[in-house]
């Protein structure tokens, strides 16, 4: 059974960073389009940051370009690396997965596009 887990959320104080993990079981990451989507109360789910299965194609939301860092650690591990982070960068972080290439932002960072998605992670950002 194919498996995402998020893992190393927290609280952080505005202008601190935070790396999410995201660890796949049951299958390689290879041939995967990885996404990182959060959610905050009351908001609809919005894709923050995508790497896309298709010549290492990178995508980024508006607002968290330059702050935020998506890699493939390895086959079976993805992260995101948040820096100068602020309250409203607050959700829960779900990760997510698609046998697919995309080569645009709106596919890449669209929830519909994907099969698979972790439980979530919390990131809290406040003084």
């Known amino acids: 059974q194919l498996q995402l887990v998020e893992s190393g959320g927290g609280s952080v104080q505005p202008g601190g960073s935070l790396r999410i993990f995201c660890a796949a079981s049951?299958?390689?990451?290879?041939?995967?389009?990885i996404g990182w989507f959060r959610q905050a109360p009351g908001k609809e789910r919005e894709g923050v940051a995508c790497?896309?299965?298709?010549?290492?194609?990178i995508t980024y939301l508006e607002t968290v370009k330059g702050r935020f860092t998506i890699s493939r650690d390895n086959a079976s591990m993805v992260s995101l690396l948040m820096d100068n982070l602020n309250p409203e960068d607050s959700g829960v972080y779900y990760c997510?997965?698609?046998?697919?290439?995309?080569?645009?932002?709106?596919?890449?960072?669209?929830?519909?596009?994907?099969?698979?998605w972790g439980q979530g992670t919390q990131v809290t950002v406040s003084s």
């Open positions: 790497a896309s299965s298709i010549e290492n194609f």
């Open positions: 049951g299958f390689s990451l290879e041939h995967y389009t």
């Open positions: 997510a997965a698609v046998r697919a290439g995309f080569y645009t932002g709106t596919r890449c960072l669209g929830a519909s596009e994907y099969d698979y």
